[in-house]
């Protein structure tokens, strides 16, 4: 089992920026790549930015040059840093980690951009 706790959402204005945090706790050795989601309201979740292990990373088109997902394996934290939010980030994300083939997810923490 390993568990996920997300924090650092909130309301900011377009341009601003925003870090999301999400803390493992558990069977974090068998973790191997952590992620984080999005899920706006009427639309599907979707993949926003995932770091694997060996620190690879890749992100969705509409986040690219803007968000930066990185991990402290001491801190078993992996972080969303958003730059330049736009209304169109704004959603619950969720953060996500695959850890022995099982896939957990975290509570989701709100992100509301204003224009």
């Known amino acids: 089992q390993v568990q996920l706790v997300e924090s650092g959402g909130g309301l900011v204005q377009a341009g601003g920026s925003l870090r999301l945090s999400c803390a493992f706790s558990?069977?974090?050795?068998?973790?191997?790549?952590m992620g984080w989601y999005r899920q706006a309201p009427g639309k599907q979740r979707e993949l926003v930015a995932r770091?694997?292990?060996?620190?690879?990373?890749n992100y969705a088109d509409s986040v690219k040059g803007r968000f930066t997902i990185s991990r402290d394996n001491a801190k078993n934290t992996v972080y969303l840093q958003m730059n330049s939010l736009e209304p169109g980030d704004t959603a619950v994300y969720y953060c996500?980690?695959?850890?022995?083939?099982?896939?957990?997810w975290g509570q989701g923490t709100q992100v509301t951009i204003t224009s």
């Open positions: 558990g069977n974090i050795f068998r973790i191997n790549t």
């Open positions: 996500n980690c695959i850890a022995g083939g099982l896939t957990y």
């Open positions: 770091i694997t292990s060996a620190g690879s990373t």
